[in-house]
């Protein structure tokens, strides 16, 4: 139960952290405008519903397949590692803004965002599956304690304290060890 609460603790928390700190970053390279926070919270959305989706598709292969294809995306995620946005993505110009922001995004954040949209809901089944108990409770409410957690935290406590660099240093430190 320790571990798969850690597990969900950290993921939830990291899921939330990540949206301000990528957010931010690229924040300025588009222009600073209500449309950058829309798109990135169409991505960070669509990521979630489908990491939700992938959760769903992934309980119904048999266990051992579930294990290997989580691990395998989990060792992939890391080349995502760390979560800076190279200057690269900077727009020139006439760039189509949404499509930039979509694509950097994927490239700097997507499957590790991902993969921590499924945590939750893979981790609870695989719980119940193995305990042969009714709905964990208390995950759930974990896990809705670590996103609260990280929503408060950030502007009260990482943003002041470090630089949009340094943040993306530690939440992708921080990810390395959800994944390990």
Same mark, same amino acid.
């Given at each position: 139960? *320790? ?7 950290? #993921? ?10 990528? #957010?931010?970053?690229?924040?300025? %390279?588009?222009?600073? #405008? ?27 292969? /048999? ?18 590692? /760390?979560?800076?946005?190279? &200057?690269?993505?900077? /727009? ?27 945590? &939750?809901?893979?981790?609870?089944? %695989? ?6 108990? &009714?709905?964990? %409770? ?19 406590? *990482? ?11 530690? %939440? ?9």
């Amino acid at each position: 139960m *320790i571990l798969f609460a850690a597990a969900i603790f950290l #993921s939830a928390f990291l899921l939330f952290q990540v949206q301000p700190v990528i #957010s931010k970053a690229i924040l300025p %390279w588009f222009g600073g #405008s209500a449309g950058v926070w829309n798109t990135c919270m169409l991505f960070f959305q669509s990521a979630l519903l489908g990491g939700y989706a992938y959760a769903h598709w992934l309980q119904s292969q /048999p266990a051992a397949r579930q294990r290997r294809i989580h691990a395998a995306l989990l060792a992939v995620s890391l080349l995502w590692l /760390p979560i800076l946005p190279a &200057s690269r993505w900077k /727009p020139a110009g006439g760039d189509d803004p949404i499509a930039g922001i979509l694509g950097l995004l994927a490239a700097t954040v997507g499957l590790p965002y991902f993969l921590l949209a499924t945590t &939750s809901p893979l981790l609870q089944a %695989w719980y119940v599956r193995a305990r042969r108990q &009714s709905v964990p %409770w208390r995950l759930f409410a974990l896990s809705n304690a670590a996103s609260l957690a990280a929503l408060l935290t950030y502007p009260v406590l *990482i943003e002041p304290a470090l630089s949009v660099g340094h943040q993306a240093l530690v %939440w992708s430190a921080a990810y390395v060890l959800f994944a390990a």
